[in-house]
């Protein structure tokens, strides 16, 4: 295919079903106006592992590596909005609990199994809802989200486009 970038922007997440991307979308509500920049509906998920721009000959090799990964399945409470002053975001995430932060270590050993280049940074499960958000919002309380895992998937991050589920992976112990 002529034109074919050489690179691939990737990362592993949490890809929501549209009536969990529904409930997401009603707490972001919550919040409205906290920025111009509001994420759109169809790219809403929760990163795992951030992978950035991988050689595009790679993307079977990381697709066979995360073959590898066995977790269980597991529950997330997305209870709380936050925000990051460095990215300048605002999000809704919850604590990391003992089968996520398992299944993000697998990620980031078969991706190191690989010698691939990506900037590891701890795990902060969250939901980026806006972007450029300049200082820190006043954030409403809000009615816990319980959103049960059942699988995670390698998305690409093409500009212009929505995201693009790549590969989706049951979990499974």
Same mark, same amino acid.
């Given at each position: 295919?002529? !034109?074919?970038?050489?690179?691939?922007? %990737?990362?592993?997440?949490?890809?929501?079903?549209?009536?969990?991307?529904?409930?997401?979308?009603?707490?972001?509500?919550?919040?409205?106006?906290?920025?111009?920049?509001?994420?759109?509906?169809?790219?809403?998920?929760?990163?795992? $592992?951030? $992978?950035?721009?991988?050689?595009?000959?790679?993307? /079977? @090799?990381?697709?066979? /590596?995360?073959?590898?990964?066995?977790?269980?399945?597991?529950?997330?409470?997305?209870?709380?909005? !936050?925000?990051?002053? !460095?990215?300048?975001?605002?999000? %809704?995430?919850?604590?990391?609990?003992?089968?996520?932060?398992?299944?993000?270590?697998?990620?980031?050993?078969?991706?190191?199994?690989?010698?691939?280049?990506? @900037?590891?940074?701890?795990?902060?499960?969250?939901?980026? $809802? =806006?972007?450029?958000? /300049?200082?820190?919002?006043?954030?409403?309380?809000?009615?816990?989200?319980?959103?049960?895992?059942?699988? =995670?998937?390698?998305?690409?991050?093409?500009?212009?486009?929505?995201?693009?589920?790549?590969?989706?992976?049951? %979990?499974? %112990?």
């Amino acid at each position: 295919m002529s !034109g074919e970038s050489s690179t691939r922007r %990737l990362f592993f997440a949490c890809w929501p079903d549209s009536a969990m991307r529904e409930e997401i979308i009603k707490r972001r509500q919550l919040i409205s106006g906290t920025s111009r920049r509001q994420v759109p509906d169809h790219n809403l998920h929760l990163t795992l $592992l951030f $992978l950035g721009n991988q050689p595009a000959d790679r993307l /079977a @090799d990381i697709c066979s /590596a995360a073959d590898s990964i066995r977790n269980a399945e597991f529950s997330w409470h997305l209870d709380r909005f !936050g925000w990051f002053p !460095g990215a300048r975001v605002a999000w %809704l995430g919850g604590v990391a609990n003992k089968p996520s932060r398992s299944l993000v270590r697998g990620l980031v050993s078969s991706m190191r199994s690989l010698d691939l280049r990506f @900037d590891e940074r701890a795990f902060v499960p969250h939901i980026t $809802l =806006f972007r450029q958000v /300049a200082r820190q919002p006043e954030f409403a309380a809000l009615p816990p989200l319980i959103w049960p895992i059942e699988s =995670f998937s390698l998305i690409e991050s093409i500009p212009a486009r929505p995201y693009q589920v790549l590969r989706t992976w049951p %979990l499974k %112990l």
